[in-house]
Structures are given as structure tokens and as C-alpha cells.
């Protein structure tokens, strides 16, 4: 039997608040982890961004600028005062081949990284020990299934 226009209505309001209230948890969940992921970063005097900088290059040394800043979904403009910064701090070093720079890890970056990154995996990594492994499985599939999403 067909709905009634106002019954149809009504039911794609609901569906769009329900989408709504999902897009809305999500963000508040989001900026609430990472306001978490800061403040236990300051330990090491990092911010999250230079944390993100630091496990990036530490995983892979030798990547370019444009690399890094792919793989941080920003433009390298935006990335390039905060490498100076690392630079000038002694955690990275560039070296220009070209038009690219390549960037690696100081010794004094390398400390930190394999101080930092260990305990920030481990701090995340408890953000989600209120689900039970299955709802961690879940949501994982749920957000790889949105993120696919063209």
C-alpha cells in the first residue's frame, strides 16, 4: 500500500535528522580525541600536527615535502612553516635535490619518535576500550564503508 505524501514526508525528515545526528556525533567525538591527543602530546612538547609530521617521516624517511603533505591531506604551503619549525626545534632535516626536499628524521627526532609514538598508539588506542573488539570491528567497517563512498 502507498504511503500517504505526508507519511513519506515525514519519513525522509527523520532519515535526514538520523544523518544529521551522525554527521553531528562524529564531529563532536572527533574534536573531542583530539583535544585529548593535545594534551597528552604536551608531555613531549608536540603538537598534534608535529606529532602526525614526526610518526609520518619516522616511518618512512626520505619521503618529499609533497609526499608528507598527501599523505596529511594538506598542501605543502601549509606544511612548510611547520617543518621549519621542526627543523629549527633539530627533530628534522631537509635535504634539496631539485626542486624537492627530502626529509628525515635528526637523531634527536629519532629519539622522540621512538619515545612519542609507542605511548601516543597506546593512548589511542584506549579512546576505543569502551567497545568490545566486535563494535571496534563494526565501526571500523562502518567508516571505511563511508569513506569509500564517491
Known amino acids: 500500500m502507498a504511503q500517504p505524501n505526508g507519511e513519506k514526508t515525514q519519513h525522509m525528515k527523520g532519515v535526514q535528522k538520523t544523518g544529521l545526528l551522525i554527521w553531528f556525533r562524529l564531529a563532536r567525538v572527533y574534536n573531542h580525541q583530539l583535544r585529548k591527543s593535545a594534551d597528552h602530546l604536551k608531555k613531549w612538547h608536540l603538537s598534534v600536527s608535529q606529532f602526525d609530521v614526526l610518526a609520518q617521516i619516522g616511518s618512512k624517511e626520505g619521503l618529499t615535502q609533497k609526499q608528507l603533505a598527501d599523505r596529511l591531506f594538506v598542501t605543502q604551503g601549509n606544511i612548510t612553516q ?12 631537509k635535504t634539496k635535490e631539485g626542486r624537492c626536499n627530502y626529509l628525515f628524521l635528526t637523531p634527536k627526532g629519532r629519539e622522540l619518535y621512538l619515545e612519542v609514538v609507542p605511548k601516543q598508539e597506546q593512548f589511542q588506542s584506549e579512546q576505543f576500550d569502551a567497545l568490545t573488539d566486535d563494535e571496534k570491528h563494526q565501526l571500523l567497517k562502518l567508516l571505511r564503508k563511508l569513506d569509500r563512498q564517491k
Open 82 to 93: 611547520l617543518l621549519d619549525k621542526m627543523a629549527a626545534q633539530g627533530l628534522i632535516a
